[in-house]
């Protein structure tokens, strides 16, 4: 039977965002990789914070009762763990996966330093306590978030270069989640404690969405002071409808609006060309993973309306639901009109940046249409005043 690997990888990732416990999302991964790659079992090695070291806290398949879960366990100086870390996994095979095989026919290589091959041997050493046949590494920027350990494929069949390609592909979006994860534990425990620690997590929170893409740096920060002036504008109006609760709740939507992406490939994220259509209706589903990202959190409620709705538009062509006029919450139509100013302004992979004066005659164009009339008026005004 052939697998779809792609096709497993987004179901993968789409059951991961919604995963805020890394016991589970690791058993998750593991219990999938032994199932539908038909490896004899699978382990990983996930870094626990409180002791500051690697445990060995899921094995699943036919060797898992010789692993000690829970009691293999190592330090950061651990041959394998320095291996990873130092990257000399990409040097020597130019990929993030390690194969055995691949590691042992290294050590005849006579270029290699005579450290490099000792610490080499350590490494096959530890693969061979773990009955491991293939190591990658599941990491977040630069930190070793964890190690997952393959064995054999049943039928002692060759792991070939599409299924490291996945398990590859596999790990990353097991890092992102992961970091999420812990994320989301701060997230929730600092909102009990105190609202500034709750803001700075938000804000980390926002910063791990932008760095899956490499044209919006800066974006969310933008966009959630742009949001507020809006707002501040408009509450000189009705101090009642845009109070502080409102700016707040506006603050925390405006910085996560595109969480969702956390759940899109990459690739489609830093796309240079035009999108298919099935990447555009991927893309599409950002404001709904947001949401279902964040719906456990109750007290955002007000927040993932605009998470939900910052993609719909005044006329009723916007999506997820194809709201119109005043069926939109403010709090997504102030968005809405921040996002779109913002993205007219920047530079993109598809097309250059609008000035300041062309982009507000093109948002003055769109009231009415794409845009909330009031919200609007008050960034035209923002801007006349020179204030934006």
């Known amino acids: ?10 179901t993968a990732a789409k059951n991961m965002i919604l995963v ?3 016991e589970l999302l690791v058993n998750m991964t593991v219990n999938m990789i032994v199932e539908k790659a038909k490896v004899e079992h699978a382990s990983i090695l996930a870094y626990r ?4 070291n690697y445990v060995l806290n899921i094995s699943r398949g036919s060797l898992s009762s010789r692993i000690p879960v829970g009691l293999a366990s190592l330090d950061k100086e651990n041959p394998l763990i320095i291996f990873f870390k130092q990257g000399h996994n990409e040097r020597l095979f130019k990929r993030p996966a390690v194969v055995y095989e691949e590691l042992k026919n290294s050590l005849k290589k006579n270029n290699l330093p005579k450290e490099i091959k000792s610490l080499l041997r350590h490494v096959i050493y530890q693969m061979e306590t773990f009955y491991a046949k293939v190591c990658v590494p599941i990491s977040f920027r630069d930190e070793l978030l964890g190690i997952l350990l393959l064995g054999e494929k049943s039928g002692a069949r060759k792991i070939n270069l599409s299924e ?4 590859t592909a596999l790990a990353s979006y097991v890092s992102m989640a992961i970091k999420n994860a812990q994320l989301f534990k701060e997230l929730e425990a600092e909102w009990e404690k105190k609202h500034q620690l709750f803001m700075r997590t938000t804000i980390a929170l926002a910063a791990a969405i932008e760095a899956k893409d490499n044209y919006t740096h800066g974006h969310t920060t933008r966009v959630t002071t742009l949001s507020l002036l809006i707002a501040e504008r408009l509450a000189e109006r009705n101090k009642k409808e845009f109070n502080g609760k409102f700016l707040e709740d506006l603050q925390v939507a405006s910085l996560l609006h595109d969480i969702g992406k956390i759940g899109i490939p990459e690739y489609i994220l830093n796309k240079s060309g035009p999108l298919t259509e099935d990447e555009r209706s991927m893309i599409k589903e950002h404001p709904l993973k947001g949401v279902a990202i964040l719906k456990s959190i109750k007290e955002l409620e007000i927040s993932i309306l605009g998470v939900k709705y910052h993609h719909e538009r005044y006329d009723g062509l916007g999506y997820p639901e194809g709201l119109k006029g005043e069926e939109i919450p403010m709090i997504a139509s102030i968005i809405s009109v921040a996002d779109s100013y913002d993205a007219m302004t920047t530079n993109r992979p598809y097309r250059n940046r609008l000035s300041r004066g062309d982009a507000i005659e093109e948002m003055r164009y769109l009231i009415g249409k794409q845009f909330h009339p009031r919200v609007t008026s008050a960034l035209v005004e923002l801007s006349q ?3 934006i």
């Not at 039977?1 to 987004?10: A, W």
């Not at 490291?164 to 398990?167: A, Q």
Request: glycine share 0%; charged share 50%; no cysteine.
């Open 385 to 387: 005043e020179e204030k």
């Open 1 to 10: 039977m052939i697998i779809d690997y792609k096709k497993e990888l987004e």
């Open 49 to 52: 914070i409180s002791e500051d």
């Open 20 to 22: 805020h416990d890394t």
């Open 164 to 167: 490291l390609e996945f398990f």
